[in-house]
């Protein structure tokens, strides 16, 4: 265990049990839900992977719901440029560069302290996805990447879990549910990463609206899902793409499984078995993303050991080192994002030199 995973709350009023009923009264009105529903979705365990915008978005909406247990893996911290979109966030975490997945947990806590959230500040990848996601009823995507999300597919697919597709870029939105065994999987519906989603958020921009659009339809499709189960007739079957700029929208069938499908047809679980993982990986908004290996970092001693080179900051979930034009931001089990270049030689080259190789 980490530091960050034993974070404790500090202690907070809770409510009474009448209070509860009250906290989901509106809810179990709604004829779809009932209070059968209520308790199905508190004794229900989620897992988001990613909590920037889609997945702050669908976080809040299932914790407000009273989703009963809850795990958020992120592997990146807060920014200025984050707070356009990403709900769960505010200036002071930006500020203090916090971990996405401990602010969102923080915030969480604040507005329902009756379920429980599990921040995880990890990179998801082949070796540890199984010990981050075991044991969750359904998967939601709230990453920016279809690595990642071929990854989660074939993970979902070869333990039969269901999950939910979730994208957001400008003012384009798209989501798909997967219930493996019985609908198409991703790659029977992209084989390979699609051409017009390799846009990002930093090269194409990204309206707010569109986020929360794509995050309500996923965290409904979620509560559908908790409370009737993977053969709830009103599941929708189709990837679904809306742009709220244009008001284009789309459905592709998805009700069945392509046939010869690598992954739900084959079995052929190439994104799992690790083999087109790189250690070091461009993430976006010009930087460069380090997990060679795990190597439990001494914050303050590194901070010492820094000082004449730099710029140092730490906190106990960050240090952030600053040289010439380059940030670099160090997580407590040694991973490293570089910012200021896309250059992984030069990325790692800065890493051996102020982390060690
Ligand atoms: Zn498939």
Redesign the pocket.
Known sequence: MTSLEQESSPPRPSLPDHDLEERYSRQILFRGIGAEGQQKLSAARVAIVGCGATGSAIASLLARAGVGSMRIVDRDYVEPSNLQRQSLFDESDAAQSLPKAIAAARKIAAFNSQITVEPKVEDLIPSNIESLLDGFDLLLDGTDNFETRYLINDYA?SRSRPWIYSAAVGSYAVTLNVVPGQT?????IFPDSPQGMVETCETSGILNSAVNLVASIAATEALKLLVGGTAFPNLRQTLLSFDVWTNEHAEISAAK??SG?????ERNFIHLAGKSRPHITLCGRNSVQIHERQRPLDFAEMDRRLQPHGTVRHNDFVLKFWRDSYEMTLFPDGRAIIKGTTDTAVARSLYARFVGS
């Open positions: 697919v198409a999987c991703l790659s029977c499984p392509r499908c690598r992954a739900c047809g």
